[in-house]
């Protein structure tokens, strides 16, 4: 208790007491410095964790030029993508000891994101991680090192779009229809792009691609041009998301086609509710988590174990072509 008989809180010295060390090693610790043996570490964040010590990350920003805050610019977070991105920012830079600071901007507008990124600027932050980043977003010009979530050549993204076109491939589909993302996104791009990679590769040929939004209406409304391949002779359709290829199953039943009897489709993601559609959607999952870990490494200039590979989730929605 403290003289006013509140509840004192503890302090440093309290943690460099119960770890048996001076407070300039508990600081150390804290503040990532190397060359802290590993007994020596694990003894002061155990006494961190039994003490329930809290850093005092304004107090500690004086000292320093660093806030240990992690920037945030996101788009369209109500969407599923960059909502779980924005979730797994958090945690990865919560493991390092670091806080983030979000900034959302509904807009592809250059002006109103760097209106975002001086927002968060304004604030300290050491670096700042792009969620949903557009093709006008920069990526240069300020005082902090600014990525995108999943890399700016989205290698990763573009892998596994060719994943799903090699998956129907690999069932016997050779005409494929594309139903892509806005092709002012960094993201749908690098899908577009993996695409592109696995039907030249197969010497598949793509009968045409239609532009979504992300969202399941934009699936459905994409349903009469995909209808129209199909009775063309395409036999699968590859959807740069599983929300619009929600919309999408749903329009193609609503103009007389059976998914996979009479087309296989395919989307992108594996998010919560895919394997619980009607029928359970074929898709390819990310390492979100790992991702976040690599981008909040890089903008702080450390290391981290790169993602793991993209995997592909096969399910009811395809099946080999009739």
């Given at each position: 208790?403290?003289?006013?008989?509140?509840?004192?809180r503890?302090?440093?010295?309290?943690?460099?007491?119960?770890?048996?060390?001076?407070?300039?090693?508990?600081?150390?610790?804290?503040?990532?410095?190397?060359?802290?043996?590993?007994?020596?570490?694990?003894?002061?964040?155990?006494?961190?964790?039994?003490?329930?010590y809290?850093?005092?990350?304004?107090?500690?920003?004086?000292?320093?030029?660093?806030?240990?805050t992690?920037?945030?610019?996101?788009?369209?977070a109500?969407?599923?993508?960059?909502?779980?991105?924005?979730?797994?920012?958090?945690?990865?830079?919560?493991?390092?000891?670091?806080w983030?600071?979000?900034?959302?901007?509904?807009?592809?507008?250059?002006?109103?994101?760097?209106?975002?990124?001086?927002?968060?600027?304004?604030?300290?932050?050491?670096g700042?991680?792009?969620?949903?980043?557009?093709?006008?977003?920069?990526?240069?010009?300020?005082?902090?090192?600014?990525?995108?979530?999943?890399?700016?050549?989205?290698?990763r993204?573009?892998?596994?779009?060719?994943?799903?076109?090699?998956?129907?491939?690999?069932?016997?589909?050779?005409?494929?229809?594309?139903?892509?993302?806005?092709?002012?996104?960094?993201?749908?791009?690098?899908?577009?792009?993996?695409?592109?990679?696995?039907?030249?590769?197969r010497?598949?040929?793509?009968?045409?691609?239609?532009?979504?939004?992300?969202?399941?209406?934009?699936?459905a409304?994409?349903?009469?041009a995909?209808?129209?391949?199909?009775?063309?002779?395409?036999?699968?359709?590859?959807?740069?998301?599983?929300q619009?290829?929600?919309?999408?199953?749903?329009?193609?039943?609503?103009?007389?086609?059976?998914?996979?009897?009479?087309?296989a489709?395919?989307?992108?993601?594996?998010?919560?509710?895919?394997?619980f559609?009607?029928?359970?959607?074929?898709?390819?999952?990310?390492d979100?988590?790992?991702?976040?870990a690599e981008?909040v490494?890089?903008?702080?200039?450390?290391?981290?174990?790169?993602p793991?590979?993209?995997?592909?989730?096969?399910?009811?929605?395809?099946?080999?072509?009739?």
């Amino acid at each position: 208790m403290s003289g006013d008989g509140g509840i004192r809180r503890t302090g440093m010295r309290d943690v460099a007491d119960a770890a048996g060390v001076s407070t300039q090693t508990v600081s150390r610790v804290l503040n990532g410095y190397p060359g802290i043996r590993d007994a020596t570490r694990e003894r002061v964040l155990a006494a961190v964790a039994a003490l329930d010590y809290r850093v005092n990350n304004a107090a500690r920003a004086l000292g320093t030029s660093l806030t240990r805050t992690v920037g945030v610019v996101a788009s369209d977070a109500v969407l599923h993508g960059p909502s779980a991105g924005i979730a797994a920012l958090e945690r990865a830079a919560r493991v390092r000891g670091r806080w983030i600071s979000t900034a959302y901007t509904d807009s592809d507008d250059p002006a109103d994101i760097d209106a975002a990124v001086r927002h968060l600027l304004d604030q300290g932050v050491d670096g700042i991680v792009l969620v949903a980043a557009h093709r006008a977003t920069p990526l240069e010009g300020y005082d902090v090192p600014i990525v995108p979530l999943y890399g700016e050549r989205g290698i990763r993204q573009r892998h596994a779009a060719a994943l799903v076109v090699d998956h129907l491939a690999d069932l016997g589909h050779r005409r494929i229809v594309e139903v892509a993302g806005p092709a002012d996104w960094r993201e749908a791009l690098a899908r577009t792009a993996g695409v592109a990679d696995a039907v030249t590769r197969r010497d598949l040929s793509r009968e045409g691609r239609v532009e979504g939004d992300w969202s399941a209406a934009s699936g459905a409304a994409a349903a009469a041009a995909v209808a129209a391949h199909v009775r063309a002779g395409a036999t699968a359709v590859a959807v740069a998301n599983d929300q619009m290829a929600l919309g999408l199953m749903a329009g193609l039943a609503a103009r007389g086609l059976k998914v996979p009897a009479d087309v296989a489709v395919a989307g992108f993601d594996d998010n919560p509710d895919a394997a619980f559609y009607a029928p359970s959607l074929t898709t390819v999952r990310l390492d979100v988590e790992g991702e976040a870990a690599e981008a909040v490494a890089t903008v702080l200039g450390e290391d981290a174990a790169p993602p793991a590979d993209p995997v592909l989730v096969p399910r009811a929605s395809t099946a080999v072509p009739r």
